[in-house]
């Protein structure tokens, strides 16, 4: 087992006692873990107009940007209080809005979920091949 994947799922898990999650009753926590020890953290808000709730991922995602960090994001963390020991790993657009700060960086964060000797770890970039970025938009 790994203690620094064990810290950031604890955190994950931690985070998803936060979540305001009334109609699915589904609570999800991220970590999201930086090259300086920083680690930041979100959970799932949900809205009654679905399409408009944010995942725990874009939650903490969002708290990183706004805290001026462009890069720099070594692990993900991705917790559900509803699952137990079951994975959760992120949807698609987390994927995406994960793969944008781990290419700022020029990182590929390993991205962790479940608990125990249960965790499931991979590659953000096995998650999300061919990702779409910042240098997809450049000329060549």
Do not use: H, I
Not at 32 to 60: I, K, Q
Request: glycine share 12%.
């Amino acid at each position: 087992m790994s203690s620094a994947r064990d810290t950031l799922l604890a955190a994950a898990r931690d985070a998803a006692n936060s979540a305001y999650a009334p109609y699915s009753q589904f609570q999800v926590g991220a970590a999201l873990a930086f090259d300086d020890g920083m680690v930041v953290t979100g959970a799932n808000v949900e809205n009654a107009s679905y399409g408009l709730s944010l995942c725990a991922e874009v939650v903490a995602l969002s708290r990183a940007m706004n805290e001026g960090r462009r890069g720099g994001l070594v692990a993900v963390a991705v917790a559900g209080l509803a699952a137990g020991e079951d994975a959760v790993m992120p949807c698609g657009r987390c994927r995406q809005m994960l793969s944008e700060m781990a290419q700022l960086g020029g990182t590929d964060p390993l991205v962790w979920s479940g608990s125990g000797d249960k965790a499931v770890e991979v590659s953000l970039s096995a998650l999300l091949p061919f990702a779409f970025g910042p240098d997809s938009l450049r000329e060549g």
